[in-house]
């Protein structure tokens, strides 16, 4: 039935409905800052890559050195005096503590102290390296021949009088120059190279080192020249001792 006031022809208005809505302020909370972060971590790990790649290879055994031993207990003491008492395990800040023993251990025994400067004592990355390298007439091995001379014998008993206070596995390489060899038929630079290593090794058993750290001997001929451009210079001719750094 129509209002009062209103036509019959007039159709009836809806009412109006107001909806009044209250915006409440809120923080952020703390998921940026999570984000901030790996960010930051992420960008930290980017330039710590860059860094080391182009760091000197002494810099890369510096820093895995931190990470095998952070707090520098391996670094007291001397070498054998690991915990176990089997000898302490190499690591790389230590091969300035190895080279100089051997030289002292070199040095006590007069008929063999000139040979110092035919001990070449470095660092790669499998561990230790100690060369002995030849001159023309032969210092550690005679030419062509693989059995080591008495000097060679007395200096590979004192390498291993150090060595056998280690823990670590020891790896034995032959060389030769690139000369070829004559005085057999079916004998060559391999075999040469590989006698030698493996007579370096039964000297070094002898002189205290455990067998089962002796985990390689290689012959390498003239394969790994020590000066390429020079492939008959007489230092090709080595002998190495490679004292691996544990895994």
């Known amino acids: 039935m129509p209002r009062a006031g209103m036509t019959g022809s007039e159709p009836e208005k809806p009412p109006q409905i107001i909806r009044r809505v209250r915006f409440v302020e809120r923080g952020h909370g703390g998921a940026w800052k999570v984000a901030f972060a790996d960010f930051v971590t992420a960008m930290m790990a980017l330039f710590l890559v860059l860094w080391l790649s182009s760091a000197t290879q002494e810099t890369k055994m510096a820093v ?3 990470f095998e031993d952070p707090t520098g207990a391996a670094l007291t003491g001397h070498l054998g005096e690991g915990e176990g008492g089997d000898g302490r ?7 300035q503590d190895l080279a100089e023993e051997i030289r002292e251990a070199m040095k006590t025994m007069p008929e063999i102290g000139e040979l110092g400067k035919h001990v070449e004592i470095t660092s790669s990355q499998e561990g230790v390296r100690i060369e002995l390298l030849e001159d023309e007439k032969g210092v550690f091995f005679d030419s062509a021949a693989a059995v080591p001379t008495a000097r060679g014998r007395e200096a590979l008993l004192a390498i291993a009088h150090e060595l056998q206070k280690l823990g670590n596995n020891l790896a034995i390489e032959g060389h030769t120059d690139a ?5 057999r038929p079916d004998y060559s630079n391999w075999e040469l190279s590989t006698d030698r290593a493996n007579a370096a090794r039964r000297i070094l058993v002898e002189g205290g080192v455990d067998p089962s750290h002796i985990t390689q001997v290689r012959g390498f001929a003239a394969g790994r020249l020590r000066h390429p451009g020079e492939p008959e210079d007489p230092s090709n001719r080595r002998v190495s001792i490679i004292a691996l750094y544990n895994e």
């Open 179 to 183: 000369r070829i060899f004559s005085g």
């Open 89 to 95: 395990s190499l690591t790389p800040n230590q091969i």
């Open 64 to 66: 895995a050195s931190y």
